[in-house]
């Protein structure tokens, strides 16, 4: 089958996962740069780190009770610093569907060693939630960034709960509705969502995450950036603009560009709007294309951010695990070159496929400009 080149590129051919697309109108001159050269400590500093946590709340509409504290190292700084200032105190259940969740495992049970109950389910799929246990600390992650599943809601959260739950949200934040009165600590990275400058974290404890932290003192050495409390007593400076370590200026005010637009926008509203209608445009084509398919089959757990694709059985005949990959390689290097598209091949861990990011910063009509150019890049690649 000869598929004709595409004359057409999306104008914006930036569909990776993390990070992602700059906000539509971005450039570099449109930020406030007057704290930059400045101390992250003087009176301009703090007040512009306060004002990207006040702009987070308002935006994901996070409740007065849940503190934001802006950390090093990314999400996975965030995530670091809650497992293993918080776990311990009491059993432990692990969820895990996709890498991330995969890491998280590792971490609490060969670092860490402690005896936890792992829930797994295959790419594609959840576990039971179902059979989660309440009285254990739960960590998950709110959508699989490398599987494209996510949990629908927070219904299996128990309100009366007794163990602490700790989602990883970074690819769910700004494009779901996430029920902050069922998370006891959440964090992410604005690299994701709203395509800000990788390298922070942010981290959100709810009020029994901090009872957690100033009645608990764990059995393992802590390091300096993961320590939040002195003296039994939360470190409240953190969550006040106060980093534990130096931050990029630059980012920060990246992040705040990047706020201000979701407000203009509409808010966390519009964002999942968005997000929503991008990921709806998506399946529209994979539904009316024979070789691909998507990797999460139940659409009531399917990611409306990280959306990933596998081939179609039959789609590419006799090719096992290893050839499907060379083909995914060679698809991302023909897009590539011809600058329709970046960054949209699987994630390494994950089955051989594509992952396109479909949140708000992406553009419907960049999305619809890019099918062309995947089924002339598919055709392309297996005849090569």
């Known amino acids: 089958m000869n598929v004709v080149k595409p004359h057409a590129r999306p ?40 004002h990207a946590i006040e702009l987070t709340r308002r935006v994901l509409r996070i409740p007065d009770s849940h503190r934001i504290g802006i950390v090093p190292a990314s999400d996975t700084g965030a995530v670091e610093m809650a497992l293993w200032s918080m776990l311990g105190a009491r059993p432990v259940t692990l969820l895990a569907w996709e890498s991330f969740g995969e890491g998280w495992v590792t971490d609490v049970v060969k670092q860490l060693k402690l005896d936890a109950t792992v829930l797994k389910a295959p790419y594609g799929e959840l576990p039971d939630l179902a059979s989660v246990d309440p009285a254990s600390d739960v960590v998950f992650t709110w959508n699989g960034t490398t599987s494209g599943v996510r949990v629908p809601n927070g219904n299996w959260i128990p309100a009366d709960r007794e163990g602490l739950t700790f989602a990883d949200a970074t690819s769910g934040a700004f494009a779901q509705d996430i029920d902050w009165n069922k998370v006891d600590v959440g964090t992410f990275s604005w690299q994701k969502a709203l395509g800000g400058e990788g390298g922070h974290g942010v981290l959100v404890l709810g009020p029994r995450a901090v009872e957690r932290l100033e009645s608990y003192v764990p059995a393992w050495p802590l390091p300096k950036i993961f320590r939040m409390t002195k003296g039994g007593k939360l470190i409240e400076g953190i969550f006040k603009g106060e ?16 706020l201000e637009w979701a407000i203009g926008l509409g808010g966390l509203h519009s964002l999942i709007g968005r997000a929503d209608a991008n990921a709806a445009a998506l399946d529209g084509w994979v539904q009316n294309t024979r070789w691909i398919e998507h990797l999460a089959a139940d659409p009531s757990t399917r990611s409306n951010t990280s959306v990933c694709l596998k081939f179609a059985d039959g789609a590419v005949p006799g090719a096992d695990a290893e050839a499907e990959a060379a083909l995914v390689k060679k698809m991302a290097s023909l897009l590539e070159a011809e600058g329709a598209a970046y960054d949209i091949a699987a994630y390494r861990d994950a089955p051989p496929g594509l992952r396109i990011w479909c949140g708000a910063t992406v553009e419907t009509s960049d999305l619809e400009a890019l099918f062309p150019w995947l089924d002339w890049a598919f055709e392309e690649a297996k005849s090569a």
Not at 24 to 44: F, Y
């Open 11 to 50: 104008a914006r051919p930036f569909f990776s996962s993390g990070p992602c697309a700059k906000p539509p109108g971005w450039a570099p001159e449109n930020l406030a740069l007057g704290s930059l050269g400045r101390s992250h400590r003087s009176k301009l500093g703090k007040a512009r780190l306060v």
């Open 243 to 258: 980093t534990i370590n130096t931050p990029s200026m630059l980012c920060v005010e990246d992040y705040i560009y990047a």
